[in-house]
């Protein structure tokens, strides 16, 4: 589905080039759900925005679906089915809830549309369908709307940044549950970037990325024993 | 009518036909048609052009529409509308001007709207300039609005220039008694070389009364808009003035809120901004499959709403 081929990004800084994203190979497969983690800083976020198109590599390919797209604009990319839910979604005055489902989906949709879409990720519709999606909104309701959002696109290979940043527990379950419905029913390709244990069971792959490198990736199975002793300290089992 | 008649009159009325209510018709300084009903009088001035409506205490529910549209060009069309409400009646008033201008003269039109406002009497008015016509005439609307609310009387203003006004001077006072509310909606978009100005007073005279004015506008081009909101508050009273300006291309914005109090207990506040279209907006749309261009429509259209 997608292939990164030595990937890099590098901005000027102090008169050299800070390396941000260092030479990254890295394949995700059709139908498969990848977590990406990593410490803070470590270049998740900026790996998401070079795939969408948001940046461009200062170096390597990005292959989707066979063809090489670095080159392609982030609509061109949205055309072939890429999506991605920001880490930190933009407010828009004056775009209610429900608009900017249609607009994500490319058509107009139905209401019963866009509820199905909001209570997946726990929002009663009737309290946010006709909502704007402007400053008024807590960061985790704008946070399920832009998860709503990405779900209306029905993008093939969907990205999305720490979907669980400022959800509270009750609106966790029911978007673990809605993760497993996109891999296991909607067979997407879904790429999460989380720092949450439960959302890492869901993975088929794990890929850790710090200092804008991959230091590790392989089947959860692998990865997050291993993840999990360094962090609690615990032995390696 | 023609068709740019009626194709005019639904852009700033959205009317498709004759509509239900009271109305009258202004179509190149002259009345064209011209209803009255049982609770609202439409009489025509004697003394200069215009026309005063007035509104039977305890009306609820009705409408009138007074939309004026120019097609000839070189015209200068003045007109002076009073509207007396009485108390506790209930109307909305729908105003309004299109200009046709294919000439290469000036087209203007300015209108002097007086509103007595009763007590306890609430009225919505909604007012949509537009301007279109591929002549070298300028296409012109100095719009005055004077509002007078008794006690506790209401009165939602939303006042929007849709496109195609090559110049606009729009100076809006309002006198507040006790308890009365203003809320007004402004939502300008200029183009071109267009210039803009808007001189909204607001006096706040009585204990409880409040207000809210609300401007939003889009400059784009080497267009120019000045804002200058004013709120007084002479009284116990409560007034918010809030000024939102995006600026593309070449434009110029200014915006010089200001609030005054001529009393202690006067709480009023004021907030201006004026920036480019955010680039987080920008880009999450173009996530969606849309164009830079397409994404800036749905923002200044969203933004205008
Ligand atoms: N355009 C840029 N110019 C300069 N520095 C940048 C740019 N983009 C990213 N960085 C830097 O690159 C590093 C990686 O940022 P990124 O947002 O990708 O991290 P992340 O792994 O998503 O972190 P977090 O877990 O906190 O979300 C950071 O130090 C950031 O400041
Ligand atoms: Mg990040």
């Known amino acids: ?237 | 009518m023609d068709r740019i008649d009626t194709q005019l009159l639904e852009t700033i009325a959205d009317l498709h036909e004759i509509p239900a209510g009271a109305y009258n018709i202004r179509k190149n300084g002259a009345g064209l048609s011209r209803r009255s009903t049982a609770n609202i009088e439409i009489v025509p001035k004697t003394d200069k052009p215009g026309i005063d409506i007035i509104v039977a205490p305890g009306t609820k529910n009705e409408s009138v529409h007074i939309p004026v549209i120019l097609t000839e060009t070189g015209l200068n069309d003045l007109v002076y509308n009073d509207f007396y409400i009485g108390e506790d009646a209930d109307v909305l008033i729908v105003a309004g001007c299109g200009i046709h201008n294919a000439g290469d003269s000036d087209s203007q039109h300015d209108g002097i709207h007086t509103f007595h406002i009763g007590k306890n009497a609430h009225i919505r008015y909604i007012e949509k300039h537009y301007g279109e016509g591929d002549g070298k005439g300028g296409r012109i609307l100095n719009p005055v609005t004077v509002v007078e609310q008794a006690e506790g009387a209401v009165c939602e203003m939303e006042m929007v220039q849709v496109r195609g006004v090559d110049s606009t001077v729009r100076t809006t006072t309002a006198e507040l008694a006790a308890d009365a509310k203003l809320i007004v909606t402004e939502r300008l978009m200029t183009h071109g070389t267009q210039e803009a100005r808007s001189d909204i007073e607001v006096r706040l005279n009585g204990n409880g009364a409040s207000s809210q004015i609300v401007s939003r506008s889009v400059a784009r081009d080497s267009s120019k808009q000045i804002f200058h909101p004013n709120a007084v508050g002479n009284a116990e009273c409560r007034a918010h003035v809030q000024c939102d300006s995006i600026i593309m291309d070449d434009a110029t914005v200014s915006s010089i809120p200001a609030i005054t109090a001529n009393c202690a207990d006067a709480q009023i506040i004021h907030e201006a901004a004026i920036g480019r279209i955010n680039n987080d907006q920008l880009i999450k749309l173009m996530t969606f499959g849309m164009t830079e261009e397409e994404a800036e429509n749905v923002i200044i259209e969203g933004f205008l709403k």
């Open chain 1, 1 to 237: 589905m997608l292939k990164l081929e030595q990937l890099s990004f590098q901005v000027p800084a102090d008169g050299t080039n800070l390396e941000i994203i260092d030479s990254v190979d890295l394949e995700i497969p059709t139908g498969s759900f990848t977590v990406i983690t990593g410490p803070n800083g470590g270049g998740k976020s900026t790996l998401a925005r070079l795939i969408m198109g948001i940046e461009k590599p200062t170096g390597g390919r990005i292959l989707f679906k066979g063809e090489d797209i670095t080159a392609l604009s982030i609509p061109e990319r949205a055309k072939r089915g890429i999506g991605y839910a920001f880490q930190q979604p933009p407010r828009f005055k004056g775009l209610t809830v429900r608009r900017l489902l249609s607009l994500a989906a490319g058509e107009s949709l139905s209401k019963d549309a866009c509820s199905a879409y909001l209570t997946a990720v726990g929002l009663d519709p009737d309290e946010y369908l006709n909502r704007e999606m402007d400053a008024s909104l807590s960061g985790g309701e704008a946070k399920r709307v832009e998860i709503a959002t990405l779900m209306a696109r029905r993008a093939e290979l969907v990205i999305f940044d720490e979907p669980e940043a400022g959800i509270d527990l009750w609106s966790f379950s029911m978007l673990v549950e809605s993760f497993r419905t996109l891999v296991g029913e909607d067979r997407r390709s879904v790429i999460v970037i989380s720092h949450q244990e439960r959302i890492m069971q869901l993975a088929d792959t794990m890929v850790i990325i710090a200092g804008g490198k991959v230091c590790q990736s392989g089947t959860r199975d692998e990865i997050l024993p291993k993840l999990l002793g360094e962090v609690d300290g615990r032995k390696e089992a």
